[in-house]
T-cell receptor
Framework: AQRVTQPEKLLSVFKGAPVELKCNYSYSGSPELFWYVQYSRQRLQLLLRHISRESIKGFTADLNKGETSFHLKKPFAQEEDSAMYYCALSGGSNYKLTFGKGTLLTVNP | NAGVTQTPKFQVLKTGQSMTLQCAQDMNHEYMSWYRQDPGMGLRLIHYSVGAGITDQGEVPNGYNVSRSTTEDFPLRLLSAAPSQTSVYFC????????????FGSGTRLTVV
């Protein structure tokens, strides 16, 4: 079974502060991990894929297989980063995507 | 490209009514899925399909039915609506879910009274 845990439902930081959204996963095989972002009442958008090791909108995420984590980080938060963030895992031949429960990030001015 | 298109955007149903939520994609994606989004629960997989003619159940399939007769369309049917099915429903598609991730539709906000 595959499971994704996002321990923080809410995270509030001030503009310019560093931000880290935590994600831990459970999967017996080799997972593919993603971060999705949902701005207020909009559709989910793919933010990052671990396989591409890219930085989008200043966010990065590193897969740590030893700690089974895929935390999302940004050194200097901006107000426009305020959104719901979902960590997701895909694994196996059926390509099902399993989501965590999400973390609502609020960046205060 | 329109991407993933969901209709309707909003719907109110009475308990016991049936309806179909439409989902269409024009990207020739093999994989399509339906999720429901509820506060504090994240997104939960209802049904998914790995190609035309092939569907399977997700985490919360009860009360829902799907079929995939074409690559483009993946409708979700509510057989007899219940208040517990009040939710926001998202359809998603992917060329290869493992590597490229899924593209999501804009959602259908369903209220069952």
């Amino acid at each position: 079974a595959q499971r994704v845990t996002q321990p923080e439902k809410l995270l509030s930081v001030f503009k310019g502060a560093p931000v880290e959204l935590k994600c831990n996963y459970s999967y017996s095989g080799s997972p593919e991990l993603f971060w999705y972002v949902q701005y207020s009442r909009q559709r989910l958008q793919l933010l990052l894929r671990h396989i591409s090791r890219e930085s989008i909108k200043g966010f990065t995420a590193d897969l740590n297989k030893g700690e089974t984590s895929f935390h999302l980080k940004k050194p200097f938060a901006q107000e426009e980063d305020s959104a719901m963030y979902y960590c997701a895992l895909s694994g196996g031949s059926n390509y099902k995507l399993t989501f965590g429960k999400g973390t609502l990030l609020t960046v205060n001015p | 490209n329109a991407g993933v298109t969901q209709t309707p955007k909003f719907q109110v149903l009475k308990t016991g009514q049936s309806m179909t939520l439409q989902c269409a994609q024009d990207m020739n994606h093999e994989y399509m899925s339906w999720y429901r989004q509820d506060p504090g629960m994240g997104l939960r997989l209802i049904h998914y399909s790995v190609g035309a003619g092939i569907t399977d159940q997700g985490e919360v399939p009860n009360g829902y039915n799907v079929s995939r007769s074409t690559t483009e369309d993946f409708p979700l049917r509510l057989l007899s609506a219940a208040p517990s099915q009040t939710s926001v429903y998202f359809c998603a598609s992917s060329y290869s879910g493992d590597t490229y991730g899924y593209t999501f539709g804009s959602g259908t906000r369903l209220t069952v009274v």
